[in-house]
């Protein structure tokens, strides 16, 4: 791998479900080291492009070749150096925590005295030590998912590949995975993840590129692309009622635009302190108030016309 | 490398013996952790003992000796003793290659994970295969060795018989993969049962081939069982003879293309 | 697989049961109507297997052996006339054992029916004698079947034959109901694996169907006694040939009924000690 070629390269990557074209030729670029998300809505195309980078599912068009090599020649050679944690726990019903990890380093072709010692490391690595010898059914869904990134780490990949780490976890549980997935890129492990949380991709992607109905909307750093496509800080108002349009419309001029919502108008401005006396000075007086910074959410507003995770 | 081009032009894939076995390493780790471990292993011996007795002990008393092809007359049980090596072969391969495998693969979802890692479907057929042949041949070789202690067979043919009871595990084992890739629900594997059982009664096991009429002769010499019974008691009873060779290609091609054929449709089900 | 049919069908049952001002079904029809529901959607692979095992078991030993055995002369009637009553009784112990092991494992286990069934107004009592009912429908319909296909290859020499039917579900019940007290309690399926190999095989092969008991070795022969099958070989064999049984026919069917009353009994509290938790 010479410095600074991309682990991951797409270019036009098209995959196709019968006459549906669920991704629709995407351009990817993954550097060593870096964490890369995929954000995006259901239905996106975030999965679909995860399991043709994971050599799991052959593209339907386009080019792609990760860790140098071609999915379809090098299918084995590629997933060798790969840690894939499926959007779905697919954990081994049968087994128990820990022989599933070493179970599952034997399919790389792992001596069973390492896998047994990695297995043992990982299990303390994510915390479930203690639930070792635990068959799989009884633990809870945040241990399940802790116990199918640990086994993303077995073959001590090059690149992990996340799908949807945290979904479905409470919040303690997705703080645990942050800050294990934070050392893990801090150990200069290449993560590519994807997520529709965007205070997960805020968190841990050094770049990403945003996906919408199987494209590409929009690449770039959470902050560049904050800053590309929104204000710096937002004004959340509200004014107890559904008819927000004419309100909206006085707003003309405070900002650098207005966005309106099925609740709520947000009003986007640099400075968000000075646009709120604006709003009052023109008489309105909205029933809730709230100034934030911008996110990823309202790049994805600006870009789509639509919020991510649906109110 | 050539059983890697050979692989890649049959099944597409490549094939590496050290994966294959962690596919069926995985099926000894679960097996050991299911419970009951060793009664399931001597109960699936048992099954092709008790058969012995019954029908070959008991009806054997009613029935007296049979005649071989080669002029020879033997009692019943000696006479049906190999071809209940060849059904047990039978039975245990296709028990584990067909609902197992398809439970593993639809329910379990167990090879979603898998493909996650560098094995291949091919390498998937291989291991699933191997751990049916790992009961087989605990139940084969028990079986072989009370064959030659009961004096049906000599040690000697005892142990050419072995590697021959494995090969028709394979063949069915191989079919079984092949079948388990094409069933649809759980129904269809009645009809499977039905169809096996049919083979069970009908391949030259309980009464020779040539005493079924001309027609069902020609049918059941087109089916594995037959070559499998044919080959196992060709062995056991010292009947060795070049024929033999023919029910050792037959089952060899179908083992190779059951296998190849389970893998293809394997990708198709699971790379998807 | 499932022995039954959809969680709806099952709210639909238990609501038919439930003691609404009057009560339209009993209980024990509702549960029963449930798996008939169940088979509608499976009956004919099941209808296909339950039917041509021993159709099979019929040609393939009755016929083909049959012919070396007649040739032997060890036997008092054609090899034929003596294995078909012995299958026909057979078929029902197949049935029972295939309901009531796997099934009733999975609709605990897996399937969780019974918990469903017994949050409803349901007696632990109704749900097995649903279930039984259902069992004995099953096999009165395969060994009718079975008797039908016996008829022209002249293996029944008598009218009494039509009482054989009766005497499979007699012996599907006796088995049946000490099966589900096995099911109920057991949690693995390998289990399930060895009570078919070390239970019902033995039973299916030395219980007189292929040979007479009488040619096991002498300890054996209390053993076969004692097992519920070789009870039904004798009544189908009376019946079916108008012969003597070995024993008294009323001694015969009340050692069987035993069997079901005593099997009744500890799968009601296997039932109710696994469903308390
Ligand atoms: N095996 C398949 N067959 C047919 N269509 C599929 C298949 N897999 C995915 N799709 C479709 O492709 C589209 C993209 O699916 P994908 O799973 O990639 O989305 P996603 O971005 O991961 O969504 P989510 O956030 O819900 O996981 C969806 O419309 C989905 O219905
Ligand atoms: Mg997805």
Redesign the pocket.
Known sequence: MTDGAPLISARGLIKR??D?T??DGIDVDVHAGEAFGFL??????????MRMIGCVSPPSGGELRVLGMDPQRQGPDIRARLGVCP?EDNLDQELTARENLVTYARYFGIGRKVARQRADELLEFVQLSERAGSKVEPLSGGMKRRLTIARALVNEPDIVML??PTTGLDPQARHLVWERLFRLKQRGTTLVL?T?YMDEAEQLCDRLVI?DG?AVAAEGSPRELIERYSTREVVELRFGTDALEPYASKLDGIGARVEVLPDRILLYADDGDTAVPAVYERNLTPSGVLVRRASLEDVFLHLTGRTLVEA | MVTTLVTRAVAGDELRARRAGAVTGRNVTAFRAGGAYWWLVISGMAEPLLYLFAIGWGVGALVGDMPLPDGRTVSYLTFLAPALLAAAAMNGAVAESTMNFFAKMKFAKLYDSVLNTPVTPVEIAFGELGWAMMRGSMYSGAFLVLMAVMGVTTPALALVAFPAALLVGFAFGAIGLALATVMRTWQDFDYMGVVQFALFLFSGTFVPVSSYPVAMQVIVQLTPLYHGVELVRGITLDMLSWSLAWNVLYLVVVTLAGLAFAARRMRKLLR? | MAGGGTPADLDAAVTAAAPQGVRAVHPAMAVLEYFLVGYKRVWRGTVFSSFALPVLFFLGMGVAVGAYVDRGGNLDMPYLQFIAPGLLAFTGLQIAMMESGFPVLGNFKWHKIYFGMASAPLRVGDMLLGQLGYISLRVLVAATGFLLVMVPFGAIGSAWAVLTPLVAVLVGLAVATPMFAYSATVQSPNLMAIMFRFGMLPMMLFSGVFFPVEQLPGALQPVAHALPLWHGVELSRAAALDVNAAWPVAVHAGYLALWCVVGFALARIRFIKRLAV
């Open positions: 479900f019968g549906f669920a991704v995006g809505p259901n239905g996106a195309g975030k999965s679909s492009t959007q799908d949807e994807t529709h996906m199987g | 998807k």
